[in-house]
């Protein structure tokens, strides 16, 4: 939440560009209100290097929470998740 505001708090309201954000496996459509996001979202962007055979290629997409509590539960090998607190 903080991240989205810091990025929107230098730019002049009415300049801000209402993005809808959907989520690319269920086409549900993320909560936003006043451009801010009312509810997170996985985001992913990758650029393919020369050693894919989508190079110069850069995919992105994001997943509700739902969807990605579905998708990680299908991985073979859980994944890393580190406590912030304990970091910080
Ligand atoms: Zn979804």
Redesign the pocket.
Known sequence: MERNMSALSNVKSKDVQLIDIY??????KIKTKNGILEEDVFEASKEWGYFSKKDLEVHKFN??E???EELISTFKIPIKIIDKKEVL
């Open positions: 989520c690319n496996v269920c086409g549900k997943i509700c739902e969807c990605y």
